[in-house]
């Protein structure tokens, strides 16, 4: 499509061709030229540069207000990229979840179609709430984008799952682990599937054969917390020890504190805050903040 300005610029060529057909005309017609003519004709010459000035003005500007190319395809997808940040900097102000509990049909149905459109998997939490909407619309718009992020998922899984079983490398395994990481944590899946994904994540690092035992050891805190979820206390707790005693890390220290407390395994818990407090580690805000609430703990049960 054609800019504003080529418009523009076509529109006043056709205008002097037409103007100079008209005095040749003229002139041949009259053989003469009066002073009133010659003043016509030259105000008939200047009048269209008035046109050119436009093209000075912002509204020319594809940097500002898109003049006679706002209905172009690019100046469409830059308003519909301006909708989307307006769109995130509205939900700073209001929640979504403020949204879908105003009687608004067309407010809700609005929000839920945005987030059916590009960000479903940010936003499980109020896509479930939707889901139970009075609105037809409402809920199927909320149900569709689910089930498509779900999709997406398992999509991800077993596509990162073939990867590994053609090529056992300990990057494709860390992959395969981060697709069963997400789809457990994505917020879409009932207490038995998580529980089901659980499983599969302990099986799979029970099989892997890894190629560097560091990169296994990466994933020992997310195994620690699913074999506590699943209740697997024996396995959790002798898992722990042996993380801290091969890594000495802060996410070994850390993990084994979790599985002692959720086991209530008290000496055990009180021998790793222990070798924490002399161990020469630099914590992380994460980390220190895991520790001062076990810390707190401790107070409290001494007293």
């Known amino acids: 499509m054609r800019t504003a300005e080529q418009i523009l610029i076509s529109a006043l060529l056709v205008y002097y ?34 046109g050119l000035l436009f093209l000075k003005f912002p509204i020319f500007d594809a940097h500002k207000t898109a003049g006679l190319d706002s ?3 690019e100046a469409k997808a830059k308003r519909q990229k301006l909708y989307i940040a307006d769109i ?10 403020d949204v879908l509990a105003i009687n608004s049909v ?27 909407d009075p609105d037809t619309e409402v809920s199927h718009y909320a149900s569709a984008a689910i089930v498509g992020m779900k999709n997406r998922l398992e999509g991800k899984l077993s596509a990162t799952k073939n990867d590994f079983l053609n090529n056992p490398s300990d990057e494709n395994a860390a992959r ?85 407390y959720a086991f209530r395994r008290t000496e055990d818990f009180r021998r790793y805050l222990a070798e924490l407090r ?5 914590l992380t805000d994460y980390h220190y903040d895991i520790l001062q609430f076990f810390l707190q703990n401790e107070v409290r049960h001494e007293k």
């Open 17 to 50: 061709i037409l103007l100079l057909v008209i005095v040749i005309l003229s002139f041949i017609r009259k053989r003469s030229v009066t002073k009133g003519a010659a003043y016509e004709w030259l105000i008939l010459f200047l009048l269209p540069f008035s």
């Open 71 to 73: 209905f172009s395809g």
């Open 88 to 97: 995130a900097k509205d939900r700073e102000i209001i929640s979504i979840q």
């Open 106 to 132: 067309y407010e809700k149905r609005s929000v839920v179609m945005d987030l059916f459109s590009y960000d479903s998997a940010q936003y499980v939490k109020e896509l479930q709430i939707a889901l139970g």
């Open 176 to 260: 395969y682990l981060v697709s069963i990481k997400a789809y457990i944590e994505s917020g879409a899946l009932n207490e038995n599937r998580i529980r089901k994904y659980e499983e599969l994540f302990c099986a799979f690092m029970d099989e892997w054969e890894e190629e560097d035992p560091l990169h296994k050891q990466e994933w020992f805190p997310t195994l620690l917390a699913y074999l506590t979820h699943l209740g697997y206390k024996e396995k959790t707790l002798a898992l722990a020890e042996q993380f801290v005693r091969e890594t000495s890390s802060q996410d070994a220290y850390v993990a084994a504190l979790k599985a002692s």
């Open 278 to 282: 002399k161990a020469d580690l630099v």
